[in-house]
Every structure is written in C-alpha cells, then in structure tokens.
C-alpha cells in the first residue's frame, strides 16, 4: 500500500500544474465556499483527464455544472457536483419513496445543527452569503421570492424536540422541479440549535434585506469567533427532517416523514458520506458515466443509511 502524501496546492494558481505533476485519478474538491467560484477545478480535471468530485451547496454552483457535460465526456471523465446531504441525500429519499406514492406535490425539509459541532469558516461564510437576500422557491407551482434565514418557524423533532428554522438557499431549490415535475411546492429550511443565536441572524438578515449594509459574508470570520462562545449552552446534537407530501397509489393524500438524529457530534459524517462511496465506486469501476452532473440519483438511500451504521446517528419514516 502506499503511502499518503501532503501537497500544499492553491486552487487559483498553477492547480492544472499540480494535477498534471501529482497525476491523480480522482479530485474531490471541499474548499467552500462554492457560491463565488467558477469550474477552474473541475475544468483542470477535465483537462487532465481525472474525475472530480465536490461537495458544494451553492446553488448556482452545482445547478450549472452541466455546462461543462460535453468537454467532461470528451474527455471520458466523471465531473459530479453538489455530493452532500443536498442534493444528494434528499434526493435518494425522494427517489426511494416515490414507489409509495402515485406522485409526490410537496416537500418540506430541513437541517438543525449542532452548537457543539465541528463548524469552519467556509460553511459560515456559505450561509451568510445568502442571508437577507433573496432566491426563488417553488410554492403552489410557481416561483415565489422569499428571503435567507427568514419566515421562521419552531419543528419538533423526535429525539431533539422543537428547535427554530428558516429559509436556507440550496441546490434542491433550483433541481428538483426539473427532476421531480409533480413538484408543486418545495421548503427547506436550516436553523441553529441555540434560539437566540438563530434569532439574532434572523434580525441581521433584514439589515440585508431592508438593504442597509450589502451582505453579511464578510462578517463570517467575526461572526464564527463570537459563536464558540456559546458552545458551552448547546450539545453535539444535530437532526434533519423530510416531509413527503402527495397521492397514494389509490388517490388518497399521503404523508412520509423521514428523520435522522446526528449525536455526539457526528452530524458532519452525513455530508461527507457521498464523496467517500462515489470515489470507491469510481475506483472499483462500478459506474460507467461520463459527463458533468449534479449528484442526483448516484447514491441509493440505503446505501446512504449503511454508510453511516457505525456511528451515533439513527433514522425514523413514518
């Protein structure tokens, strides 16, 4: 076997060069966040002649990715973005479930972390980007504007009981009506475990909205300091919820809830998940795509759920 090497290697600067030196097989690429970069990873893979795999949650990131499908098929490679609980994990639970119904209309689901969790500052960064600002949701079948960290609203999980929520800006949003035509309205939501640091962002998003200052991403680094803070009122505790909504197979309305608890602090392992399988199936030859693409319909839910069977994390449908 062997042994792992450490390059110190910067994205924006001579990584064609790199790659070209090190002659990878496969890139997966975590440094976030994603919102403000362009494809000059994937596309040095591209060139190169690697995979690439990423683990982005912006939006627009990972909806266009598809741009880079015929140079990435040229190339025989496989260039897949977005392999994280969105849209990876909340699609395999839509495609697993879709058998139970005659057609899904409505999806309400979201992500509660963890005080205590493990939180850098990409992931701050990522989430203050869009906060008080607006994207589009899909509600009775039409777009509909709405507002980052906003419309908030108490869900009471199983094991972790009510915790605060509000609109979090994700790759789902702009997918899933293409992938899911049934779709008439979509939420997702994402919220913190301590209330009155969750209500504290949410009085923050309206200085973005009412325009008062442009964005609160560059606050990120202040913001991430002042939070570890506070660890010593929260726990290791973190939860995500999806509420399936539609007709039966004989046209009765239907409701599936999924829910999974993340303890002691092992709610990180559930993004991480789907890069780790889709490069052991890459490496052991087990998908035969080629082309640039989100990861929608690459994982299985089961195998999603046996990946994480090891660690403190446990699962609920209903």
């Keep these: 076997m062997n042994e792992a090497a450490a390059l110190a290697i910067d994205i924006n600067n001579g990584f064609l060069e790199s790659l070209q030196k090190i002659k990878v097989d496969i890139v997966i690429h975590t440094s976030g966040p994603f919102q403000a970069q362009d494809y000059t ?23 266009n990715i598809t741009s880079l ?7 025989d490679v496989l260039i897949i973005s977005g392999a994280s609980t969105v849209p990876c994990l909340t699609s395999s639970l839509i495609n697993h479930y879709q058998k139970d119904f005659s057609k899904i209309t409505s999806l309400d689901y979201g992500i509660t972390t963890a005080q205590k969790t493990a939180r850098g500052l990409a992931t701050t ?8 600002k607006k994207f589009t949701t899909l509600v009775d079948g039409k ?19 009510r915790r605060l929520l509000g609109n979090c800006d994700v790759p789902d949003l702009a997918l899933f009506p293409k992938y899911y035509p049934d779709l008439k309205n979509i939420r997702f939501s994402a919220g913190l475990e301590i209330p009155f640091i969750h209500i504290i962002l949410w009085l923050l998003s309206w200085l973005v909205r009412l325009k008062l200052i442009k964005s609160l991403e560059k606050y990120a680094p202040l913001l991430l300091r002042l939070s570890f803070l506070f660890d010593w009122l ?31 602090g ?4 559930i993004p991480s998940i789907p890069v780790i399988l889709l490069a052991r199936k890459l490496a052991n030859i087990e ?8 990861s929608i319909g690459l994982i299985t839910r089961d195998e999603y759920l046996l990946a994480l069977k090891d660690m403190d994390i446990s699962w609920s449908e209903e």
Excluded at 150 to 158: E, G, I, R, S, V
């Design 266 to 269: 092992d709610g990180p392992y």
């Design 69 to 75: 499908d015929r140079l990435a098929k040229k190339q």
């Design 125 to 132: 960064a990522a989430i203050l980007g869009y906060t008080g």
């Design 287 to 294: 998908i035969s795509t080629r082309g640039a693409m989100s």
């Design 234 to 264: 929260g726990t290791s505790n973190s939860a995500f919820y999806m509420k399936l909504r539609g007709k039966s197979k004989k046209g009765q309305d239907k409701t599936i809830t999924f829910e999974l608890t993340a303890c002691s």
């Design 41 to 63: 990873v994937a596309k040095a893979c591209i060139i190169q002649g690697c995979h690439y795999i990423d683990l982005a949650d912006g939006r627009s990131f990972v909806e």
């Design 143 to 161: 777009p509909r504007k709405i507002y980052g960290w906003q419309d908030l609203y108490t869900y009471k999980f199983k094991n972790l009981g």
